[in-house]
Antibody, heavy 120, light 107 residues
Framework: QVTLRESGPALVKPTQTLTLTCTFS??????????VSWVRQPPGKALEWLAL???????HYETSLKTRLTISKDTSKNQVVLTMTNMNPVDTATYYC????????????WGKGTTVTVSS | DIQMTQSPSSLSASVGDRVTITCRAS??????LNWYQQKPGKAPKHLIY???SLQSGVPSRFSGNGSGTHFTLTISSLQPEDFASYYC?????????FGQGTKLEIK
């Protein structure tokens, strides 16, 4: 059974750096074609893809946020970490990680999400 | 980046109705189009990949069609559990983008 679980702080202050961890089981990020994506959703708004890391450690970022995002993986721990610098209240959202198939680009299994509020 | 535009933004329908949601891409994406369903307070659920292939376990009343820039998601006979929001997502480039969503409500 494939599962993913997001963890991180529920509250961050403006200008701080957010670090989120996705801990997964049931698949390996050493497997060719396997990736993990991060997606966020502000309250009442649409889904927004943020970043992806693949089995080969190739990384991709949403264009407007790429200067603020860093994605990394620790395959020994089955974890993917996303950091976002210079947090702003507009970054308040639920953040999801999802298993992603590189070849066709769909996200077939999602974590439950973690809600992050940016406020002083 | 490729922009995805869904229509309508919201839709009211009744149980048993046939409904179609449209997704348009700002450039051709072949069939690299995926659909998701999301219920309030829950994570998205993957429904369809490469425009028309049903994810395992998804009821056959869901179907997808299209290629290039124009895509549709059709629910042939709405069930109570289908009232949710639906999102399209392009994977033609690894700079993935989602549509703005369509909220399907009970009439």
């Amino acid at each position: 059974q494939v599962t993913l679980r997001e963890s991180g702080p529920a509250l961050v202050k403006p200008t701080q750096t957010l670090t989120l961890t996705c801990t997964f089981s049931g698949f390996s990020l050493n497997t060719s074609g396997m990736c993990v994506s991060w997606v966020r959703q502000p309250p009442g708004k649409a889904l927004e893809w943020l970043a992806l890391i693949n089995w080969d450690d190739d990384k991709h970022y949403e264009t407007s946020l790429k200067t603020r995002l860093t994605i990394s993986k620790d395959t020994s721990k089955n974890q993917v970490v996303l950091t976002m610098t210079n947090m702003n209240p507009v970054d308040t959202a639920t953040y999801y990680c999802a298993r992603t198939y590189s070849l066709l680009g769909y996200m077939d299994v999602w974590g439950k999400g973690t809600t992050v509020t940016v406020s002083s | 980046d490729i922009q995805m535009t869904q229509s309508p933004s919201s839709l009211s329908a009744s149980v048993g109705d046939r409904v179609t949601i449209t997704c348009r891409a700002s450039q051709s994406i072949s069939t690299y189009l995926n659909w998701y369903q999301q219920k309030p307070g829950k994570a998205p659920k993957h429904l369809i990949y490469v425009a028309s292939s049903l994810q395992s376990g998804v009821p056959s009343r869901f179907s997808g069609n299209g290629s290039g820039t124009h895509f549709t998601l059709t629910i042939s006979s709405l069930q109570p559990e289908d009232f949710a929001s639906y999102y399209c997502q392009q994977s033609y480039t690894t700079l993935y983008t989602f549509g703005q969503g369509t909220k399907l409500e009970i009439k």
